[in-house]
């Protein structure tokens, strides 16, 4: 009854929305769930959009949120681009932003605040950044006053501030142990220092800026590693069990930690540092499995992969293991080739069978059996005619043989008087065998 209550007031905060809603939207800021009635996900989201409905509310917020049966109302969802359930957007204005975080409250609700505010955020005191700086683990800032920098880093953040959060200040308000080469400047501030960005070094501000939104070391899951996959970065990653405290484990993490913080110069531009507690999605990605605790490279937008040819013992031995990746002396293994592609294919295939034959073992023998059972009727049926049909018509054959036999030599009793007249004919002389052949003739 608790439970029951509770949706039903969380849904009382959230609108459902039907076709006057593309007429109307433009004069609020909405965050909407296009949800389809029969999808499982949409169904699983439910409760947790009912209780953003309520956060948002009790916040204050001028966010509103919706929900709208996009089959239903095809039309509208189509022209928000909604191709797959569910899809969550915040409008605003003309704009729509896409949400591709976790759907979690925590996470749409901070999202929601994020994009709903202005695209860059003034920092008027050195107080402000200071508590900005421990909300954030990456914070991008623009320093200085109009200028072409500060359009285009408005136009990226207009791109990106579904990712990140975008500042501005004064120079006065930067902390004491920043120092500019120059003015205006774009900096980001992580893993406990700043990077300048330089545009000669690091190229398109969108680029750099989409390559620094991440920590340099991170602790990776399947959701982050896509994400990963739109900076163009490879990623290195310790694969371990989070639960094992032995030696082997905790070391091969150290390692990455290490490289990822003492070698950020060298490697920052082309890799991605992180760890993973099992190997669980690692193997659905490798088609393989893996064995932890290891280290494994991936580049995710070829579906390529790297192993070390020989053991990790140290953090030396990694920073090989990296140069001769980005020498190409290291052998990438995987791909997205025809044959990595059919390989895919069966393995997803198996993988499919067997996660339903592990959940539910009597669903997969109806779902499995069956079409199994019935294919296998239908090529005995067709065995069986085939050999009854080859039997009929060799009996046929062998009649029509026999048939041609007693045409070509006559009948038994013909046979009979053929022979005697033989033995007539050794007796008798000609007239005995002139009977006998007149009385053939008849």
């Not at 009979?416 to 008849?442: A, H, R």
Request: net charge negative; glycine share 8%.
């Amino acid at each position: 009854a608790v439970v029951a209550h509770v949706v039903a007031s969380g849904a009382g905060f959230v609108e459902d929305l039907d076709e006057s809603f593309k007429e109307n939207r433009k004069d609020d800021i909405w965050l909407v769930d296009f949800y389809a009635p029969w999808c499982g996900h949409c169904k699983k989201l439910e409760p947790v959009w009912n209780e953003v409905g309520i956060e948002m509310r009790n916040m204050g917020s001028p966010v509103k949120v919706g929900k709208m049966d996009a089959t239903s109302f095809s039309s509208i969802a189509s022209e928000f681009g909604v191709r797959g359930y569910p899809t969550i957007k915040l409008l605003k204005g003309d704009l729509a932003y896409n949400y591709r975080g976790p759907r979690t409250k925590d996470d749409i609700i901070e999202f929601a605040n994020r994009v709903a505010g202005p695209l860059i955020r003034p920092l008027p005191s050195q107080h402000m950044f200071e508590h900005v700086q421990k909300r954030h683990r990456v914070l991008f800032v623009y320093v200085g006053g109009e200028s072409p920098l500060k359009e285009k880093y408005i136009e990226v953040a207009s791109e990106l501030i579904v990712y990140t959060y975008f500042f501005s200040a004064s120079e006065d308000v930067l902390p004491e142990y920043v120092t500019l080469p120059e003015l205006p400047a774009v900096m980001v501030f992580k893993d406990g220092t700043y990077f300048v960005y330089d545009e000669y070094e690091d190229g398109d501000l969108s680029s750099w800026i989409n390559r620094e939104r991440f920590q340099g070391y991170l602790h990776v899951d399947g959701f982050t590693l896509y994400e990963l996959g739109d900076t163009g970065k490879l990623v290195a990653i310790a694969v371990i069990d989070d639960k094992n405290s032995s030696v082997e484990h905790t070391r091969l993490k150290s390692i990455i930690q290490e490289v990822a913080r003492d070698y950020r110069d060298h490697f920052h531009r082309d890799f991605q540092f992180g760890h993973m507690d099992g190997n669980d999605y690692i193997n659905s990605l490798i088609m393989d499995d893996l064995t932890i605790p290891t280290i494994v490279v991936l580049n995710t937008s070829n579906q390529q992969y790297f192993l070390p040819d020989r053991h990790i013992e140290s953090t030396e031995d990694m920073v090989q293991f990296i140069n001769n990746i980005l020498d190409g002396t290291a052998e990438a293994q995987g791909g997205d080739g025809l044959l990595q592609r059919i390989k895919r294919i069966i393995y997803d295939a198996k993988s499919t069978i067997a996660s339903v034959f592990k959940s539910s073992p009597l669903l997969g023998c109806f779902l499995f059996g069956l079409p199994l059972g019935v294919i296998s009727i239908m090529c005995y049926g067709i065995c069986t005619a085939d050999t009854e049909g080859e039997v009929f018509e060799h009996e046929g054959a062998k009649k029509e043989s026999g048939d041609r036999e007693l045409t070509d030599e006559g009948s038994e009793e013909e046979q009979e008087e053929e022979k005697n007249g033989k033995y007539t004919e050794l007796s008798d002389g000609e007239p005995k065998q002139k009977d006998i052949m007149e009385k053939k003739k008849d």
